[in-house]
């Protein structure tokens, strides 16, 4: 089982690898938010172990990026931040636990073991499919059912309809859409985005020109409601 540590602060990080890699984990370490993104796109990791406060991208930020992107590995945050409200967000972005520093380090691994044995046994209940109205999604092979029928989503769609089917009836920036869903190296212009919502609403409203699903709201972002 491959581990992915991203602590800023040495002396915890050197500590939390030494401890895990006892425990039979192999573990990939850094410091840096940035590098971690790199790392989760180009890796395969069992579980993520986050601190909050990182430099360049912080820890929740790479929460939701690997998110939406893979619904299967474990998420556990590890930050000084000990709120209930900072607790919530880093659970509504994804993270599966949060434990907040000074910890047991007996605890964390067991929180560890338990995580990483929930993935394995609970993976193949994930959500793969969601459906509104006529349409349905395949969020695994990106088959979609729309009014028009059966047709196939490039990655970047699948990405953007997840992420605003992950928050339907909220407004979603364009600053968190470019973020989130094009990584934090590339902005294309808000254009693209407009372009996807227009396509949207060609593959899954009755009335393009009169959504009921896809919506823009000027000079915030976009909006998805289901209507269930």
């Known amino acids: 089982m491959r581990i992915l540590l991203v602590e800023d602060e040495e002396h915890l990080r050197k500590i939390l690898k030494m401890n895990l890699e006892i425990e039979g984990f192999e573990v990939i370490s850094t410091d840096n938010g940035r590098t971690a993104l790199e790392y989760t796109e180009k ?52 993270a599966d636990d949060y434990l907040t520093k000074p910890f047991n380090l007996e605890e964390l691994l067991l929180r560890v073991h338990n995580l990483i044995k929930r993935s394995t046994e609970e993976g193949a209940k994930d959500v793969e499919q969601y459906s509104w109205g006529v349409n349905n ?7 979609a059912n729309g009014v028009s029928g059966i047709f196939q989503l490039t990655k970047k769609e699948v990405l953007l309809l997840k992420l605003l089917i992950e928050r339907q009836n909220q407004v979603v920036s364009r600053q968190q859409i470019l973020q989130t869903v094009w990584g934090y ?44």
């Open 137 to 143: 999604i395949n969020f695994i092979t990106y088959v």
């Open 43 to 94: 890796q395969h990791f069992d579980l993520i172990i986050l601190d909050v406060m990182l430099p360049e991208v912080n820890g929740l930020q790479i929460c939701e990026q690997v998110r939406l992107r893979n619904s299967k590995v474990g998420i556990i945050i590890v930050s000084a931040k000990d709120s209930s409200i900072d607790r919530i967000t880093g659970l509504k972005l994804g």
């Open 185 to 228: 190296d590339v902005y294309p212009s808000t254009r693209t985005i407009d372009n996807f919502i227009l396509s949207f609403r060609k593959y899954f409203e009755n009335d393009p020109k009169e959504p009921i699903y896809f919506h823009s709201v000027r000079g915030v972002g976009y909006k998805f409601t289901p209507l269930h």
